[in-house]
């Protein structure tokens, strides 16, 4: 049994920078890929930064440039830098991942493709 644990959220003003964290166990051996979503009250969740087992990435539009995946395979660990927050980055924080290649020529937000999901945490931008 995969578990995910998210950490790092918290509250910061515009502009400022957070680190999350998820711990990974149970895996037999590390995930091919793994990402960060969030979800707002009322919205679907959605994927803003992936990584493969490879060092690949993805990134939303709206977090491209602001924001940086990365991951520690030897500690199962995955992470995202979040530098010049804004309002609208405020959300539930999920850490997910999915232990398969993903099919030829789909995209890696599709959260369907996910095994495992964290709790998440909360992060909130205020001016």
């Known amino acids: 049994q995969v578990r995910l644990v998210e950490s790092g959220g918290g509250s910061v003003q515009v502009g400022g920078s957070l680190r999350l964290s998820c711990a990974a166990s149970?895996?037999?051996?590390?995930?091919?890929?793994m990402g960060w979503f969030r979800q707002t009250p009322g919205k679907e969740r959605e994927g803003i930064a992936v990584i493969d087992k490879d060092g690949n990435t993805k990134y939303a539009y709206a977090v491209k440039g602001r924001f940086t995946i990365s991951r520690d395979n030897a500690q199962n660990s995955l992470h995202l830098r979040m530098n010049n927050l804004k309002s609208e980055d405020s959300a539930m924080y999920y850490c997910?991942?999915?232990?398969?290649?993903?099919?030829?020529?789909?995209?890696?937000?599709?959260?369907?493709?996910?095994?495992?999901w964290g709790q998440g945490t909360q992060v909130t931008v205020s001016s």
């Open positions: 149970g895996y037999s051996d590390s995930s091919y890929a």
């Open positions: 997910a991942s999915r232990d398969r290649s993903f099919p030829l020529g789909s995209t890696w937000f599709y959260r369907g493709f996910y095994n495992s």
